[in-house]
Nanobody, 114 residues
Framework: VQLVESGGGLVQPGGSLRLSCAAS????????MGWYRQAPGKQRELVAR???????NYADSVKGRFTISRDNAKNTVYLQMNSLKPEDTAVYYC?????????WGQGTQVTVSS
């Protein structure tokens, strides 16, 4: 299974981007789908995650600005990012967690700069 992210790029502060992550095939028994990010010199951190039961959680730094959603029929998870700040600059990775395995995408760069 491959996870392919898209939608990253360069955006000005206050702007918006929508990231997408599509799985190459259906993944059974998904526990959670999420987005993580890693800025230069920092550890990878959770941005947002959605669980199969419907629960979602967000990092405090993105609450109210980012929204995670999923389309199970398309095996896709999205991250809508609004009111972007320079400190949101990072490589964003999607992740799919099952009982037995954790899948990762290759990452997509998001740069917030004027």
């Amino acid at each position: 299974v491959q996870l392919v992210e898209s939608g990253g790029g360069l955006v000005q502060p206050g702007g918006s981007l929508r990231l997408s992550c599509a799985a190459s095939r259906r993944i059974p028994n998904i526990d959670a789908m999420g987005w993580y990010r890693q800025a230069p010199g920092k550890q990878r951190e959770l941005v947002a995650r959605t669980f199969s039961g419907g629960y979602t959680n967000y990092a405090d730094s993105v609450k109210g600005r980012f929204t995670i959603s999923r389309d199970n029929a398309k095996n896709t998870v999205y991250l809508q990012m609004n009111s972007l700040k320079p400190e949101d600059t990072a490589v964003y990775y999607c992740s799919v967690t099952t009982m037995n395995y954790n899948y990762w995408g290759q990452g997509t760069q998001v740069t917030v700069s004027s």
